[in-house]
C-alpha cells in the first residue's frame, strides 16, 4: 500500500535549479529511510543522497554541495533541491525507500541542456 510519486522535473539550461518532491502516501516518520536516485539512459541506476528518519543525510559526491535533501514540515513529502545543475545530471530522477518495506516511485524526468 506504500506509495511514492516524484514531481518537479523539467528542464533547465546549465547552472538552473529544480526542486523535486516524492510524496509518500505514509507519514515518513514511520519510514527508516528514503532517498532519491537517478539512472541517465544506458547506464546504472545510482543513489544520489538520501535522508533517515531522524534527519540524518548521505550524499553522493557529485551531489555533495550541489544538492540538498531534506524533510517537509508535513511529514509526508522528501525534497531533493539540485542546484548548479550540468548536463551530466539529465536523468530520471525516482525516490525510494527499504525500510520497513522496499518501496520506489514511478520517477521525473530531469533534463540539463548545455
Known amino acids: 500500500q506504500l506509495q511514492l510519486v516524484e514531481s518537479g522535473g523539467g528542464s533547465v539550461p546549465t547552472g538552473g535549479t529544480l526542486i523535486l518532491a516524492c510524496k509518500v502516501s505514509r507519514n515518513i516518520d514511520f519510514l527508516g529511510r528514503v532517498a532519491w536516485y537517478r539512472q541517465a539512459p544506458g547506464n546504472q541506476r545510482e543513489l544520489v543522497a538520501r535522508?533517515?528518519?531522524?534527519?540524518?543525510?548521505h550524499y553522493e559526491d557529485f551531489a555533495q554541495g550541489r544538492f540538498i535533501i531534506s524533510r517537509g514540515a508535513a511529514k509526508d513529502t522528501v525534497f531533493l533541491q539540485m542546484n548548479n545543475l550540468k548536463p551530466e545530471d539529465t536523468a530520471t530522477y525516482y525516490c525510494m525507500t527499504d525500510s520497513p518495506v522496499v518501496a520506489w516511485g514511478q520517477g521525473t524526468q530531469v533534463t540539463v541542456s548545455s
Open positions: 535522508i533517515t528518519s531522524t534527519g540524518l543525510t
